[in-house]
């Protein structure tokens, strides 16, 4: 198993751009989940999903928006890209409920927004 | 709304100083905390989860304990491989279907050899 796969792993964005991060899963995980960690800081729930066709917002989502067509993949697209937004983003899926409580996590997305 | 403070937020320890790493914590209904370690550059990796107080476990140098109030992060004897950040996460009850934990900031752990 690969696990948590994560596209791309930096990029550089100009003020008012948008982008896809892509994050992909081959552990047949129902839940998924995008954070964002910005130095010294924890991290921040952005979205999560619990099925394919269910999302729902985390603490932080102004800004993002997120589909899930399939169990595999959970895109979050950033749309007018703005600086705040510069940070390093997570994403991670967990086994179903009743399974080991443990998150496994993807590489991380290095976001610059200039 | 369930809350997580680590400390310290960075500590310096050299190769065999055996040390602890605090994480207290206030929640509705405690569902588990759980230990991280995530290196420079990398996603978090699991390392333990803790359900009730007065539970223990154990990997290799590391050992997690919890009371009701926190829980520590026991390091025996580190190793300059034992360097990165160690991060606490809780999850409540009030987290219901979603499973989401709170994570804390942090500790940045160095060894020196």
């Known amino acids: 198993n690969a696990g948590v796969t994560q596209t791309p792993k930096f990029r550089i964005l100009k003020i008012g751009q948008s982008m896809t991060l892509q994050c992909t899963q081959d552990?047949?995980?129902?839940?998924m989940y995008w954070y964002r960690q910005d130095p010294g800081m924890g991290l921040k729930l952005i979205y999560y999903s619990v099925g394919a066709g269910i999302t729902d917002k985390g603490e932080v989502p102004n800004g993002y928006n997120v589909s899930r067509s399939t169990t595999e993949d959970f895109p979050l697209r950033l749309e007018l890209a703005a600086p705040s937004q510069t940070s390093v983003y997570f994403c991670a899926s967990r086994v179903p409920p009743g399974g080991q409580e443990t998150q496994y996590f993807g590489p991380g997305t290095r976001l610059l927004v200039l | 709304e369930d809350q997580v403070t680590q400390s310290p937020e960075a500590l310096r320890l050299q190769e065999g100083e055996s040390s602890s790493l605090n994480c207290s914590y206030t929640?509705?209904?405690?569902?588990?905390l759980f230990w991280y370690r995530q290196d420079p550059g990398k996603g978090p990796e699991f390392l333990f989860t803790?359900?009730?107080a007065g539970e223990e476990k154990e990997k290799e140098r590391l050992k997690a304990t919890l009371t009701k109030k926190e829980s520590f992060l026991h390091i025996t004897a580190p190793k300059p491989e034992d360097s990165a950040t160690y991060l606490c996460a809780v999850r409540g009850a009030l987290s219901g279907g979603s499973y989401i934990p709170t994570f804390g900031r942090g500790t940045s752990l160095i060894v020196h050899p």
């Open positions: 929640v509705s209904g405690l569902r588990g």
């Open positions: 552990m047949n995980h129902n839940y």
């Open positions: 803790l359900y009730s």
